[in-house]
């Protein structure tokens, strides 16, 4: 995303890695790791003031604003109940340790390989990830449910009201497979009948309880049509998506239509001073689409309002320490940050899905 900072380039080579300090790493670290994912990055961030273990803010009321239309002289208008709630984040801590031996360094000196950024790129790379998959979990509140033998009737088929379902986690069965799934009715079917099952799959419980989620009109097939459907229920709710994220692999699927032509503009044509999203690739009816998420399941279109979305509580921002370990001639590096996110609208997020390859209507 390029409205963020640029990061340092370390200027040391593999040659130097003995001398470098803790300081030159927390600075490279933490200016790669302000390129935020693709989830993150839709979230208002907040620095939480040190000290505070708890960062509130503002949740969108549920109560609707009453407009009195044609009043007569004299006559009073209706009074419009409006009141804010607090939602609380709590920091959720992340770390990582990483040892680099001064040796494996000097073995490989000759290739002139900077080893010391190559680190550091997959340090920042980790990093951003963990916290790109919790925002993606607070933006849907993804739970998981696990079902047994005794929820397949005939030993085939599960019906939960825990859906709709994203994906299936694991499963082990004691013959066969799953065969499908139909997402919006939240229905399991499995291949033959079985004795002994356990599967556990994930849902959005954010979806089940706004209700802003739907099938695709063709069960294994996405297309822009159910998503510009889904788009006209979140406008009936007054909540206008301003972002567009599906799968890499449902792109060609969903916009290679002709007749889509004036509806998509290509990022490529965008002007050269234009800011962009991290994943950003195009506009759609006045959505930024945004693909290279490997997090979200193939077949699901998410439709956003960001505008609504919700918080980042920053706590503490990446912070660095680096150890020397004269023992076994390394250095330690330990990365650790602390925050969290929480949404202020439960209806700024819609969900198109049952688009994936082993979706079918049940």
Aim: charged share 20%.
């Amino acid at each position: 995303m390029n409205d963020y900072h640029e990061y340092v380039e370390l200027a040391l080579g593999t040659a130097d890695v003995a001398n470098i300090s803790g300081v030159d790493v927390s600075k490279s670290i933490l200016e790669k790791s302000q390129l935020k994912g693709i989830f993150q990055q839709l979230y208002k961030s907040r620095i939480v003031p040190e000290g505070n273990l708890v960062f509130k803010y503002p949740k969108s009321p549920s109560s609707s604003l009453i407009v009195s239309e044609n009043v007569s002289p004299n006559s009073s208008i209706a009074v419009s109940g409006y009141q804010f709630n607090a939602g609380t984040i709590n920091p959720r801590k992340n770390g990582l340790r990483v040892e680099l031996s001064l040796e494996s360094i000097e073995d490989v000196s000759s290739s002139n390989i900077d080893l010391v950024e190559k680190m550091i790129n997959e340090i920042s790379n980790e990093v951003r990830a963990v916290n790109d998959a919790r925002a993606f979990t607070v933006c849907l509140n993804i739970q998981s449910n696990t079902l047994t033998e005794s929820d397949f009737t005939g030993g085939t088929l599960a019906t939960s009201t825990l859906k709709p379902i994203l994906s299936i986690i694991s499963s082990t069965l004691n013959t066969g497979s799953i065969s499908s799934w139909d997402s919006s009715n939240g229905k399991i079917l499995l291949s033959g009948s079985v004795s002994s099952a356990t599967v556990v799959y994930c849902y959005s419980n954010q979806a089940r309880t706004n209700l802003q989620y739907m099938n695709c009109s063709t069960a294994k097939t996405l297309t822009y049509d159910d998503i510009l459907s889904m788009r006209e229920t979140m406008i009936t709710n007054k909540i206008f998506p301003d972002v567009l994220i599906i799968n890499d692999h449902d792109f060609p699927e969903v916009f290679s239509y002709a007749e889509l032509a004036h509806l998509f503009t290509s990022a490529s044509v965008y002007p050269k001073d234009r800011e962009l999203l991290e994943g950003e690739i195009g506009s759609f009816v006045n959505m930024k689409v945004l693909t290279g998420s490997t997090i979200v399941p193939q077949g699901i279109a998410i439709l956003v309002d960001s505008k609504r979305l919700g918080y980042e509580g920053i706590f503490r921002e990446l912070d660095t320490k680096v150890e020397d370990l004269p023992e076994s001639y390394s250095k330690r590096i330990n990365v650790w940050d602390e925050r969290d996110y929480g949404t202020s609208d439960s209806l700024a997020v819609g969900l198109v899905v049952n688009g994936g390859s082993i979706c079918a209507d049940l």
